[in-house]
């Protein structure tokens, strides 16, 4: 894999448009693979800006889809999910770890992606972080919290995702990981990954 680019080039590169995440939720999961997520800190943080590879998401579709948190509707918790495009949504699971999505598809239609897995580059992996493989140990490496729900992933917001034009060799898809609950919904391919990497958080099937 060729080495990330430098804080200063990184920060040379624009965020991803608007125009990205307002597209089919699926479409918007597989090419999420391979990207470079930036976490910004504040001035008084060292490194302001860390980085990591998306390897691992997952889609989720809306109202129709029985393992997505939109499935009853624009609730209090899911609203976020209907729009508009390009802003994350954030929520906790078990009371304790927080779970990172970016919300999709036109303004009023309900979809997200999961980031499940990263691998840590830069100064982060020089700080020895690990894989960041499982969407809560992601959320607590990059210091993501209920804070930044509603962020705006287009800006110079607190996570953004940039395109430093590293293709992935493949993308695999397999079920989604835990929402056995979902009927036929646990069984859709819906998962995306990067085969083999050692950042990927479970088992996968090409």
Do not use: Q
Request: charged residues 20%; aromatic residues 6%; proline residues 10%.
């Amino acid at each position: 894999m060729p080495p990330v680019a430098s804080p200063a080039s990184l920060g040379r590169l624009a965020p991803l448009p608007r125009a990205f995440f307002a597209r089919d939720t699926v479409t918007v999961a597989r090419e999420l693979c391979g990207k470079l997520l930036l976490r910004r800190h504040t001035a008084r943080t060292s490194p302001p800006v860390v980085t990591a590879r998306i390897v691992e998401v997952e889609a989720y579709l809306g109202e129709r889809d029985a393992a997505s948190h939109a499935r009853r509707g624009p609730t209090p918790r899911a609203a976020i999910m209907f729009g508009p495009p390009g802003h994350l949504y954030v929520y906790l699971i078990y009371g304790m770890y927080h779970c990172m999505n970016f919300v999709t598809e036109a303004d009023g239609v309900a979809g997200a992606v999961l980031i499940r897995a990263a691998e840590p580059l830069g100064d982060l992996a020089s700080a020895g972080a690990r894989a960041l493989s499982g969407p809560g140990k992601l959320c607590t490496a990059l210091g993501v919290t209920l804070s930044e729900k509603g962020a705006d992933l287009t800006s110079d917001g607190p996570v953004a995702v940039v395109d430093d034009g590293w293709p992935p060799p493949r993308i695999a898809a397999s079920p989604r990981i835990g929402v056995a609950y979902a009927g036929r919904w646990s069984r859709r391919r819906l998962r995306f990954y990067i085969p083999g990497h050692p950042a990927v958080s479970g088992r996968g099937e090409a």
